[in-house]
């Protein structure tokens, strides 16, 4: 049974920074692409950063360009979202995205940046 488990978020001041981790379980990690994504209140559900199955080929969204940096290990399953200078318009819901046979989401960690 394949299982994303997102942890990290949490409330911080504008400028500070956080570290999502996506614990993965249930497939070949190593085999998948995993992407993270992000839902504000009100708002449609945007793709943030993807990295691929060899760590490599990774993508960003252009509003977070130079600010996100997406990693994964795997020798543990891990994947991760390092975010730095937070600004108030990345408050939201962080979930994780593997697509196998059929698409999975976590549950999602929530990051509130506000002073």
């Known amino acids: 049974q394949v299982q994303l488990v997102e942890s990290g978020g949490g409330l911080v001041q504008p400028g500070g920074s956080l570290r999502l981790t996506c614990t993965a379980s249930?497939?070949?990690?190593?085999?998948?692409?995993l992407t993270w994504y992000r839902q504000a209140p009100g708002k449609e559900r945007e793709l943030v950063a993807s990295?691929?199955?060899?760590?490599?080929?990774?993508h960003y969204a252009d509003s977070v360009k130079d600010r996100f940096t997406i990693s994964r290990d795997n020798a543990k399953n891990p994947v991760y979202l390092q975010i730095n200078t937070l600004k108030p318009e990345d408050t939201a819901v962080y979930l994780c995205?593997?697509?196998?046979?059929?698409?999975?989401w976590g549950k999602g960690t929530l990051v509130t940046v506000s002073s």
């Open positions: 990295i691929g199955s060899a760590a490599d080929n990774t």
């Open positions: 249930g497939f070949t990690f190593s085999s998948y692409r």
């Open positions: 995205n593997v697509v196998t046979y059929i698409q999975y």
